[in-house]
């Protein structure tokens, strides 16, 4: 029979602490009803389940009867001090006063105001208010420098542009933007975000048609990379019939030409059997393409269920010999131990010479003389003609029945007494059967007397 071991593994780290709705700051609830529930699972954990003996049963090890029991820990683990109420408390009370303020109108509705802890601006929360900026050309100023962002309307963007403010502090590094450009560009790159280096699909830039113009690279929108791109053979086919078709188009007969009609219509009828005639040959390319490709599924299919089946039967072959050689060495290994335990044991024999006396031979009935051995040669079997008894009683009818008349009555019919039954058990206590037999038996005669004294008093 087959076994699977299954090793269950559990997270190095848990998910969330056990009182964090009560010490984490940034521990947030939806409301008043996940508060409790977490305080219902903090309460109700295994930690706080205390296992309690029962002296009564201590020593037992029946499952009726426990040795102890489980009760949950009156020790509360969170100090007196911490505020059991939900951390948004505060919040959800002013955000209800501003919105019964703001659909009823109502001015005596005041919002309480909110308050902030104390930030350390200049102290250990410094590093939480600065910020880079995003500007190419300020790569190379020093940190701690704070640029004025005011520029004239008008004429360059260099020295001339910049005007100090007071507060602010103005870097003597002039602009290596030559003027009359912007001040910033879009640059399109091609990046690389994958550890193992492949590289993500190629950038495509934004265009402009000029009015006027159709392009013919526009028909290719359609194709994307790994989509149609790079172009193979079927993609070049397909530019080719949009060219010829293009052309096609440009050679038909004008609609306002009433003379040109049925060569127009002849020739549209022409390019549609074209059309659905290319239209059959592709689809019966790919239908060939989808059997060659379910042919080659259904063959590798095969091939892998064989593979796994010949790898299978391999695994048991091997199996199945290692067993037996170890079978087979084990075998080995006691035939040889019993052979020399055998060899060991008769080497320890003494032989005892015994005198022949006949008068002890005859006067025992188990002896030889009386019942020999057959590894002497001597078969009793072959005798037994001479103890056969020959009575008419035995091989006639009539013989029976004389036989069967001379016998007694009480040899006919025999009677086997009962057993006596076995009510109590070896160390005087009464079976539960018999408790329950006597119970009865009490019960019954119990009522048997009352119905007695109730006919006894009708009368």
């Not at 004429?155 to 009359?180: D, M, Q, R, W």
Request: proline content about 6%; glycine content about 4%.
């Amino acid at each position: 029979m087959a076994t699977q071991t299954q090793v269950l593994k559990r997270g190095a780290v848990q998910p969330a602490r056990l009182h964090d709705y009560l010490y984490d700051p940034t521990c947030t609830l939806s409301g008043v009803r996940d508060h409790a529930r977490e305080t219902f699972a903090a309460k109700t954990t295994t930690e706080q389940l205390q296992a309690v003996p029962v002296y009564e049963h201590l020593f037992s090890d029946l499952r009726q009867y426990p040795r102890f029991a489980y009760r949950i820990q009156s020790r509360d683990p969170v100090p007196v001090h911490v505020n059991r109420q939900w951390l948004g408390q505060a919040d959800a009370h002013r955000e209800q006063i501003a919105l019964s303020r703001l659909f009823t109108g109502n001015e005596a509705f005041v919002v309480p105001p909110r308050t902030y802890e104390h930030v350390d601006v200049g102290g250990r929360e410094r590093a939480k208010f600065f910020r880079k900026p995003l500007v190419p050309f300020m790569e190379n100023i020093q940190p701690l420098v704070v640029l004025d962002t005011g520029r004239s309307t008008t004429g360059t963007f260099g020295e001339s542009a910049i005007k100090p403010v007071p507060g602010h502090l103005v870097s003597s590094t002039k602009s290596a933007i030559p003027s009359g450009q912007p001040t910033t560009k879009t640059q399109a790159i091609q990046t690389d975000y994958m550890e193992r280096e492949a590289q993500t699909d190629p950038y495509t830039p934004e265009y402009v048609v000029k009015p006027g113009e159709q392009p013919e690279v526009l028909t290719l929108a359609t194709l994307m990379y790994k989509k149609g791109l790079p172009a193979g053979l079927a993609e070049v086919e397909m530019i080719e019939r949009a060219r010829a078709k293009r052309q096609w188009e440009a050679s038909l007969p004008p609609l306002d030409d009433p003379q040109q009609w049925e060569k127009r219509f002849k020739m549209m009828s022409d390019m549609e059997r074209h059309e659905w005639l290319l239209r059959e040959n592709e689809i019966e390319k790919l239908q060939n393409l989808r059997i060659e490709l379910l042919e080659k599924m259904l063959k590798d299919n095969e091939a892998s269920r064989y593979d796994t089946s010949i790898e299978r039967i391999n695994r048991q072959w091997s199996k199945k010999q290692i067993e037996r050689e170890e079978f087979v060495k084990n075998n080995r290994l006691h035939y040889l131990r019993a052979i020399r335990a055998l060899l060991r044991k008769r080497s320890q024999i003494e032989t005892k010479y015994v005198k022949n006396d006949i008068i002890r031979s005859y006067t025992k009935y188990d002896s030889t003389a009386y019942g020999p051995l057959t590894r002497n040669g001597y078969f009793p079997d072959k005798l037994t003609d001479k103890y056969l008894v020959k009575s008419r009683f035995l091989d006639t009818y009539t013989g029976l029945l004389e036989l069967e008349s001379t016998l007694p009555s009480n040899a006919l019919k025999i009677r086997l007494p009962a057993p006596k039954r076995i009510s109590s058990t070896k160390d005087g206590h009464l079976k539960r059967q018999f408790r329950r037999e006597r119970d009865l038996n009490n019960i019954f005669k119990v009522k048997i007397f009352i119905i007695l004294l109730i006919l006894i008093y009708s009368l």
